[in-house]
C-alpha cells in the first residue's frame, strides 16, 4: 500500500526558506497515472492547495503562492519536495504531501499524515 | 478564480439523522468535485469523487450528488464515528484545485 511521510525542520524563520521532502514508499513517483502535490492547514483553518508535480518535472502552483513556491521531483529517490521562501507566520501550517489521480475529478485518494511547520524567531 | 462556498459552516445533529451539506461554486464545474472528511489531528480522508462516485472502501450511508454550480454530500444515517469536518473541492482546472470552506459536525 502507499505510504507518504513528510520529512523537514519544524521551526523555520521569518524571512528564511521553507523545505519539505515527502518519501513516496510502496510504490513508484515514476507512475504517469498520478499527480503529486503539497496541501497546507493553518492552525483551526481550512485546506489549501499549494501546488502539484508531475513525475517528469511539469509543476502548478496555487496563484497566490506562486512567486514564492518551487515544488521539485526526484525520480531516483522517488521523493518530491516542497520550497516556500520568505516565510512570515501566516504560513504556520500543518503541511501534507499528497497523491493525485491523473484524470480530472478524481481528487487526492492518498495523503501523508502531515508535519507540523511554525515559522518563528 | 473558482470559489467554493459550503453551507451550513457549522451543524448538530443525532447519531441516526440524515445529514445534508451543500457546496456551491461560483462558476460551473460539470461534476469535477470531490468531498473529504478530516477528523482531529488527521490527514482528510477521500469520500466522493467525480460528485458522486463513492471512493473504494467508504460506507454506504455516504452518498454525493449535484452538476454544475450545486453539490451536496449526505449521510444517510449518522454515526458516532461520523463526527467530523467535511470539505469539498473542485477539480475543474485540475490539477489546480480549490477547497471549501469546511463544515463541522458536531454531536448534539
Known amino acids: 500500500q502507499l505510504q507518504l511521510q513528510e520529512s523537514g525542520p519544524g521551526l523555520v524563520k521569518p524571512s528564511e526558506t521553507l523545505s519539505l521532502t515527502c518519501t513516496v514508499s510502496?510504490?513508484?513517483?515514476?507512475?504517469?497515472?498520478?499527480?503529486w502535490g503539497w496541501i497546507r492547514q493553518p492552525p483551526g483553518k481550512g485546506l489549501e492547495w499549494i501546488g502539484s508535480i508531475y513525475y517528469s518535472g511539469s509543476t502548478y502552483y496555487n496563484p497566490s503562492l506562486k512567486s514564492r513556491v518551487t515544488i521539485s521531483v526526484d525520480t531516483s529517490k522517488n521523493q518530491f519536495s516542497l520550497k516556500l521562501s520568505s516565510v512570515t507566520a501566516a504560513d504556520t501550517a500543518v503541511y501534507y504531501c499528497?497523491?493525485?489521480?491523473?484524470?480530472?475529478?478524481?481528487?487526492?485518494?492518498?495523503w501523508g499524515k502531515g508535519t507540523t511547520v511554525t515559522v518563528s524567531s | 478564480d473558482i470559489q467554493l462556498t459550503q453551507s451550513p459552516s457549522f451543524l448538530s445533529a443525532s447519531v441516526g439523522d440524515r445529514v445534508t451539506i451543500t457546496c456551491r461554486a461560483s462558476?460551473?464545474?460539470?461534476?469535477?468535485l470531490a468531498w473529504y472528511q478530516q477528523k482531529p489531528g488527521k490527514a482528510p480522508k477521500l469520500l466522493i469523487y467525480?460528485?458522486?462516485t463513492l471512493q473504494s472502501g467508504v460506507p454506504s450511508r455516504f452518498s454525493g450528488s449535484g452538476s454544475g454550480t450545486e453539490f451536496t454530500l449526505t449521510i444517510s444515517s449518522l454515526q458516532p464515528e461520523d463526527f467530523a469536518t467535511y470539505y469539498c473541492?473542485?477539480?475543474?482546472?485540475?490539477?489546480?484545485?480549490?477547497f471549501g470552506p469546511g463544515t463541522k459536525v458536531d454531536i448534539k
Open positions: 473541492q473542485q477539480l475543474n482546472s485540475y490539477p489546480l484545485f480549490t
Open positions: 499528497a497523491r493525485l489521480g491523473i484524470a480530472i475529478g478524481l481528487g487526492v485518494d492518498v
Open positions: 510502496g510504490g513508484s513517483i515514476s507512475s504517469s497515472s498520478y499527480y
Open positions: 462558476q460551473g464545474i460539470s461534476s469535477y
Open positions: 467525480a460528485a458522486s
